[in-house]
């Protein structure tokens, strides 16, 4: 199975601030990757698609980037309702694996 | 608007079946995407267990060892999961989902929406 790593595991910002995490994975998966946000006892939503596609209706503060094996999730400005857990998950074969999150922190 | 709610016992005994049912609303189980589960022990995080498309096709995580498996009732829009010879370790909260597809650029595999979850307890 195809591993994904991210990092840092946990960063604390402010409100306002810009932030990037990465995404790594154990070979090459083309643009097949997903963000999600995960809330405090809520389910994940996705944020991005293939890599770099906003999904519908998510703020365009939060943009994608990277191929083959090493992609980031940028936010900017950071908003009260980001404070929360991101997770990447490929989707390039089955079975699909998700990093191991990171917990972004209020400074 | 699609929505997903979980069903299921929140307490199983070790060695016992989990059994779950997601219900779909505001969209046909019969017109098409792959529908799966994913789950996330207390804490930690995310697993995908298995998709299910609405003619029985299915994929499996090899980490489920052949424990589980997956149907779907079109009848009545749902779909289910079932998990054999639970253990401590099976503790979580389990999540359905609709994987997305974007027919323009032929792409598929990421989850939305999901459903709120369930908590699980593999407990005597």
């Known amino acids: 199975a195809i591993q994904l790593t991210q990092s840092p595991s946990s960063l604390s910002a402010s409100v306002g601030d810009r932030v990037t995490i990465t995404c790594r994975a154990s070979?090459?998966?083309?643009?097949?990757l997903a963000w999600y946000r995960q809330k405090a006892g809520r389910p994940p939503k996705v944020l991005i698609y293939?890599?770099?596609i906003l999904e519908s209706g998510v703020p365009s503060r939060f943009s994608g980037s990277g191929s083959g094996t090493d992609f980031t999730l940028t936010i900017s400005n950071l908003q009260p309702e980001d404070f929360a857990t991101y997770y990447c998950?490929?989707?390039?074969?089955?079975?699909?694996?998700f990093g191991q999150g990171t917990k972004l922190e209020i400074k | 608007q699609v929505q997903l709610q979980e069903s299921g016992p929140g307490l199983v005994k070790p060695s016992e079946t989990l059994s779950l049912t997601c219900f779909v609303s505001?969209?046909?189980?019969?017109?098409?995407?792959?529908w799966g589960w994913i789950r996330q022990p207390p804490g930690k995080g995310l697993e995908w267990l298995g998709s299910?498309?609405?003619?029985?096709?299915?994929y499996y995580n090899p980490s489920l060892m052949s424990r589980g498996s997956l149907s779907v009732d079109t009848s009545k829009n749902q779909f289910s999961l079932n998990l054999r010879s639970v253990t401590a370790a099976d503790t979580a909260v389990y999540y359905c989902?609709?994987?997305?597809?974007?027919?323009?650029?032929?792409?598929?595999?990421?989850?939305?929406?999901w459903g709120q979850g369930t908590l699980v307890t593999v407990s005597s």
């Open positions: 989902a609709r994987r997305g597809y974007v027919a323009s650029s032929e792409s598929w595999g990421w989850f939305d929406p």
């Open positions: 505001g969209y046909s189980i019969s017109n098409g995407y792959y």
């Open positions: 299910i498309l609405h003619s029985g096709d299915t």
């Open positions: 070979q090459g998966i083309n643009r097949a």
């Open positions: 293939d890599a770099s």
């Open positions: 998950q490929h989707f390039l074969n089955y079975p699909y694996t």
